[in-house]
């Protein structure tokens, strides 16, 4: 079944080049609520919003040329459906991220509030797990290595769960206005859905594992 011709490491290459661009962007979604000087913040901001963009669309290519290739390719390394919602889940990380950074352009956003950092941080360390989880999908001779990184992700899934609670709590404590409320809690949202999205790969990751290994 895992096997070692070009088709196959096509689809496994793909694959990870995507978890890749999840890790770069989620790097760049922490630095939208990074520090700046004041003249220089709405700029930096606009260009960082477009390198995410950029990343998105980068992915949605190799999603499109995967999913062509399903279509033509009668043998396949992995189960044609998981190979699909694989492609599928780890495009919504990246497409969480672009909404997040046109929220913050649209309404117009700058700075930050307390615990979106540390939830960029949790989104990075998910994302660079797993893309860790797979690069051992071939082959699958670290399974437990893969399962380990699956479970990794998961707990700092709930670790986002909490920080995005304590953050919304905080936001509605200390903050009067219900515009400037309702935008920021656009931003929680779709980076909670972003880690939210990690944990769906490795669910599909260990599914896979499950019934291959």
């Known amino acids: 079944m895992f096997g070692a011709n070009t088709k196959d490491e096509f689809f496994f290459r793909s694959l990870l080049d995507h978890a890749k661009l999840?890790?770069?962007?989620?790097?760049?979604?922490?630095?939208?609520?990074?520090?700046?000087?004041?003249?220089?913040?709405?700029?930096?901001?606009?260009?960082?919003?477009?390198?995410?963009?950029g990343l998105e669309h980068d992915a949605d290519e190799i999603v499109r040329k995967l999913v062509r290739e399903l279509r033509e390719t009668w043998i396949l390394p992995l189960d044609r459906e998981d190979i699909r919602q694989l492609a599928i889940t780890l495009d919504n990380v990246i497409d969480a991220m672009e909404a997040i950074g046109h929220r913050m352009r649209m309404f117009k956003l700058t700075g930050s509030q307390p615990h979106l950092i540390d939830m960029t941080l949790v989104l990075q360390e998910a994302c660079e797990k797993c893309a860790q989880a797979v690069a051992l999908l071939p082959g699958l001779k670290?399974?437990?290595?893969l399962l380990g990184l699956c479970r990794e992700v998961s707990a700092l899934e709930g670790r986002a769960d909490a920080l995005y609670r304590d953050g919304l709590a905080s936001l509605y404590a200390n903050e009067s206005n219900p515009i400037v409320i309702m935008k920021w809690s656009h931003v929680f949202e779709f980076l909670e859905t972003a880690v939210d999205?990690?944990?769906?790969?490795?669910?599909?990751?260990?599914?896979?594992?499950?019934?291959?290994?």
């Not at 003249?39 to 963009?53: P, V």
């Not at 999205?197 to 290994?213: C, F, H, P, Q, S």
């Open 22 to 53: 999840c890790v770069q962007g989620a790097g760049l979604v922490r630095e939208l609520f990074g520090e700046r000087p004041a003249g220089e913040a709405a700029d930096a901001l606009d260009a960082t919003i477009s390198r995410i963009d």
């Open 142 to 145: 670290k399974a437990d290595e």
């Open 197 to 213: 999205a990690t944990n769906d790969v490795v669910d599909l990751l260990e599914g896979i594992v499950l019934e291959y290994a």
